[in-house]
């Protein structure tokens, strides 16, 4: 059809919602532009912090506080973006109309450390989409377990095991949108994810911090590209192979300054002593203090002619 103003036609914007493994509007902001659609490749020579990969088992949806997938007898919690509350809704009509709850997830890890090292780290998933028996895209490429990790190559001070760190990708949206918001939520926008990994005789060695060197001498930490798999029953992830060169020079990302960090935890320490001062503080109950009474005898004296019975009971 000729258009009667003979100006260009505006192509048509088309949101697609498809409850399957393809990657359409399921993708949390953490994940790379480049992965949200398996129709799109990446350039050549283009490298992008990512970690993604597919994992399978048991889906119970009605877990509490969230809902798990059980891997070789071990549950592990399944989150989801905070935009994306539908994915779980999907997920459910799936599992009822297939009739079964062993399913296969496209995911990306989500794990928590804690401050001391010997303390073991708990790992969950965040779900970005399902297969639905096409295997296409990532299902296709990838199989159960298997992950893509590109990230810096380092130990970090709360884990023991050296992690692929990867941070949030740059993009000038993104820098404009921290440079609006508070420091708290800036914070939580650019927190990396460290994910633990075994690489026995990596081909660069894991970047460690040493702060009594010399700044000239401490080094930085590689930029690696791999393929890995998930260890259920060591709760770990491990290296398989390698998918490009490692890079002294990372791709352009975004990091919190300590600065930001300190002021947020101030921030938050303050928020929660407020929170505490507005409670209203719980009244100690004292019981009223009796006065003493003197004693009095209850029953009658009985006569003196029967003496053991006037002992007192």
């Known amino acids: 059809m000729i258009n009667p103003n003979n100006s260009p036609a505006k192509p048509k914007k088309i949101i697609t919602i498809i409850p399957s493994g393809r990657l359409i509007e399921s993708i949390p902001d953490t994940q790379p532009e480049s992965v949200k659609s398996d129709s799109i ?5 283009s490298s992008i912090f990512q970690a993604i990969g597919v994992i399978a088992g048991t889906v119970d949806l009605k877990a509490k506080p969230h809902p798990t997938i059980s891997i070789e007898n071990r549950d592990y919690a399944l989150y989801h973006a905070p935009q994306k509350k539908l994915i779980f809704d999907f997920l459910k009509k799936q599992i009822r109309n297939s009739g079964s709850d062993y399913v296969r ?16 780290h708990v790992i969950g998933f965040q779900v970005l989409g399902f297969d639905n028996g096409s295997k296409s895209g990532l299902f296709a490429d990838y199989q159960d377990f298997e992950f893509r990790f590109t990230g810096l190559w380092q130990f970090i001070p709360a884990c023991q095991t050296p992690c692929i760190s990867v ?6 949206e993104r820098l404009d949108y921290i440079k609006q918001t508070e420091t708290s939520r800036k914070v939580r926008f650019m927190k990396a994810s460290h994910i633990p990994l075994l690489w026995k005789d990596a081909i660069v060695p894991p970047f460690r911090f040493n702060p009594l060197l010399p700044k000239e001498e401490r080094g930085k930490p590689s930029f690696v590209e791999i393929k890995a798999k998930f260890l259920p029953h060591r709760n770990v992830f491990a290296f ?11 791709p352009k990302f975004l990091k919190a300054s300590k600065d930001d960090k300190l002021a947020a935890f101030k921030e938050k320490k303050a928020n929660i002593a407020a929170s505490k001062g507005n409670k209203p503080q719980p009244q100690l109950q004292t019981k009223p203090v009796k006065k003493a009474q003197p004693k009095t005898q209850t029953k009658p004296v009985q006569p003196s002619t029967t003496p053991h019975q006037t002992q007192s009971q």
């Not at 490749?41 to 020579?45: A, G, H, I, T």
């Not at 941070?167 to 000038?172: E, G, I, M, S």
């Open 41 to 45: 490749s990446l350039p050549e020579n």
């Open 105 to 120: 997830l496209m995911v990306y890890p989500r794990v928590i450390h804690f401050p001391p090292r010997d303390k073991p």
């Open 167 to 172: 941070f949030r990708n740059f993009t000038a």
């Open 240 to 250: 398989e192979s390698l998918l490009g060169l490692p890079q002294d020079k990372p």
